[in-house]
């Protein structure tokens, strides 16, 4: 029974030193960080001379690229006559030539989905006469069946007649 409890004991003693590695593993870091924070706040609490930035102004656009100064919006198009001239138009007559694009756009796609639909009822109404041809062929098939099946059942009615009469008469037949 002691081994039992030696190896429980040994068992206990490894899970704590699991627990124990884990614990440093997570909490570590953030424990070290504020250990750092805290002895810098001690050092800059020390007494520091106070830092002196002698740091030359930044540099100006005009020093980096002077070219840049030069262009201007009014520049804008100089040189080509026609985007010069969309360039004076004004806000307003830009957004009417918008919407004037936007209508003829439209226009275009209604005359195109008109053209559809025309050729839509011109298809359907073809399969309508196609449809109209087969039902107009089968009822006139099946008026030549029901005709047929008359004609054979008056021929039977005969056949059986005339069979009759010569059975009367001392036919044996097959």
């Given at each position: 029974m002691s081994s039992v409890w030696r190896?429980?004991?040994c068992l206990r003693c490894c899970l704590l030193l699991v627990v124990g590695?884990?614990?440093l593993c997570v909490s570590g870091p953030a424990l070290l960080w504020r250990l750092k924070k805290g002895l810098a706040v001690a050092?800059?609490?020390g007494g520091c001379p106070p830092c002196v930035c002698d740091c030359p102004p930044p540099e100006s656009l005009l020093k980096i690229a002077?070219?840049?100064v030069n262009l201007s919006i009014t520049d804008c198009g100089k040189h080509d006559p026609e985007l010069k001239k969309e360039m004076e138009k004004q806000f307003v007559d830009l957004v009417s030539e918008e919407l004037k694009l936007h209508a003829a756009v439209s226009e275009e796609h209604k005359h195109h989905m008109?053209?559809?639909l025309v050729e839509?009822?011109?298809v359907a109404t073809?399969?309508?006469r196609e449809?109209?041809?087969c039902n107009t062929a089968t009822e006139t098939c099946e008026e030549a069946r029901e005709r047929s099946e008359a004609s054979l059942i008056k021929e039977r009615k005969i056949t059986a007649l005339w069979e009759k009469r010569a059975r009367q008469l001392g036919w044996e037949g097959e």
């Open positions: 190896s429980g004991a590695v884990l614990v050092r800059s609490a002077p070219g840049l008109n053209l559809t839509a009822r011109r073809e399969y309508q449809a109209e041809k």
